[in-house]
């Protein structure tokens, strides 16, 4: 079973840099697309940003564009995401989670449709990691 574990939240002020980690363990083979989502007090879940692999396609939602980055590690099976000039409007639960079965030929335009039905296409989700951005 494949099982994914964030770490690197925090307490980060505003205008502030934070590395989230999200290591994959377990049958990792077959894990070609991570995706990062986030939920804050009282808010729905909402996407961040994806990765696809091999070739290393990412996308990113618009709040993200600019200020994240994500990357991947495969010989560390990691998943990095990258966020600088963090505003307090960024604070929330962050979570990887991972699809467990969609071919590396689908490609980068498979990001998008994750992120569009996460509940369909994501089989296993992190426990999450929490980043306060306050002053």
């Known amino acids: 079973q494949v099982q994914l574990v964030e770490s690197g939240g925090g307490l980060v002020q505003p205008g502030g840099s934070l590395r989230l980690s999200c290591t994959v363990s377990?049958?990792?083979?077959?894990?070609?697309?991570i995706v990062w989502f986030r939920q804050a007090p009282g808010r729905e879940r909402e996407g961040v940003s994806a990765?696809?692999?091999?070739?290393?396609?990412?996308y990113y939602v618009n709040f993200a564009e600019g200020r994240f980055t994500i990357s991947r590690d495969n010989a560390k099976n990691t998943v990095y995401l990258d966020m600088n000039s963090l505003k307090p409007e960024d604070t929330a639960v962050y979570y990887c989670?991972?699809?467990?079965?969609?071919?590396?030929?689908?490609?980068?335009?498979?990001?998008?449709?994750?992120?569009?039905?996460?509940?369909?296409?994501?089989?296993?989700w992190g426990q999450g990691t929490l980043v306060t951005v306050s002053s």
């Open positions: 377990g049958f990792t083979r077959d894990v070609y697309y």
């Open positions: 989670a991972a699809d467990l079965d969609s071919p590396p030929q689908y490609g980068s335009t498979w990001l998008r449709v994750l992120m569009g039905e996460p509940s369909r296409y994501l089989e296993v």
């Open positions: 990765i696809s692999s091999p070739d290393g396609s990412t």
